[in-house]
């Protein structure tokens, strides 16, 4: 039997920061642990329709926990491939924790709606001396994500890095920021 992983404390510490309003799209987003704590966080907003949510993943098996709770839809598809399978899309918010695809990361900002709002953490470069992932093309540079965010010309709200202990010792990076114009 799976244990059940909490949600990010990073995601908990600014959920506040998360729309109450429209669809909040989880990248990667696995057995969908933060879509289930977020359902639960906003379960008004997700009982009046008012707020939904996209799991997305390429693990068919995984999306299948999330068969019918409120307000979830989900879509299996191949976000490393050649054709990218959210273009032209717009969400209130997305969520990407533990997963890093360079070549689609300006793809993925594109997908914010106007004041839309990213909540974005995963390993960084010194993460190897703690465990996978290892790999240079799957952990972020310091200070990549503020970057690469500031270039888009979304607002930061929330910035850190470096080593955590929760919920396993790492070496994280992490940002809040929104879309401030279209």
Same mark, same amino acid.
Request: with cysteine.
């Given at each position: 039997?799976?244990?059940?992983?909490?949600?990010?404390?990073?995601?908990?510490?600014?959920?506040?920061?998360?729309?109450?309003?429209?669809? &909040?799209?989880?990248?990667?987003?696995? @057995?969908? /642990?933060?879509?289930?704590? $977020? %359902?639960?966080?906003?379960? !008004?907003? +997700?009982?009046?329709?008012?707020?939904?949510?996209?799991?997305?993943?390429?693990?068919?098996?995984?999306?299948?926990?999330?068969?019918?709770?409120?307000?979830?839809?989900?879509?299996?598809?191949?976000?490393?491939?050649?054709?990218?399978?959210?273009?032209?899309?717009?969400?209130?918010?997305? &969520?990407?924790?533990?997963?890093?695809? @360079?070549? /689609?990361?300006?793809?993925? $900002? %594109?997908?914010?709606?106007? !004041?839309? +709002?990213?909540?974005?953490?995963?390993?960084?470069?010194?993460?190897?001396?703690?465990?996978?992932?290892?790999?240079?093309?799957?952990?972020?540079?310091?200070?990549?994500?503020?970057?690469?965010?500031?270039?888009?010309?979304?607002?930061?709200?929330?910035?850190?890095?470096?080593?955590?202990?929760?919920?396993?010792?790492?070496?994280?990076?992490?940002?809040?920021?929104?879309?401030?114009?279209?």
């Amino acid at each position: 039997m799976n244990a059940i992983i909490p949600p990010s404390p990073w995601l908990l510490a600014h959920a506040a920061q998360l729309p109450r309003r429209g669809c &909040i799209l989880d990248l990667a987003c696995g @057995r969908g /642990r933060h879509l289930r704590w $977020l %359902a639960e966080y906003r379960a !008004a907003a +997700v009982a009046s329709e008012e707020l939904r949510f996209l799991a997305v993943d390429r693990d068919s098996a995984a999306l299948q926990s999330l068969a019918g709770l409120p307000g979830v839809s989900t879509r299996c598809c191949d976000l490393e491939g050649e054709n990218w399978p959210l273009a032209g899309e717009r969400f209130a918010a997305v &969520i990407v924790t533990n997963y890093l695809w @360079r070549p /689609r990361f300006d793809a993925l $900002l %594109a997908l914010l709606a106007p !004041a839309g +709002v990213l909540v974005y953490e995963t390993f960084m470069q010194g993460n190897a001396a703690y465990g996978k992932p290892s790999r240079p093309d799957f952990l972020l540079q310091p200070g990549e994500l503020r970057a690469r965010c500031g270039a888009a010309g979304l607002q930061e709200i929330a910035f850190a890095e470096g080593y955590v202990e929760q919920p396993r010792p790492a070496v994280r990076q992490a940002i809040v920021a929104r879309r401030v114009s279209g």
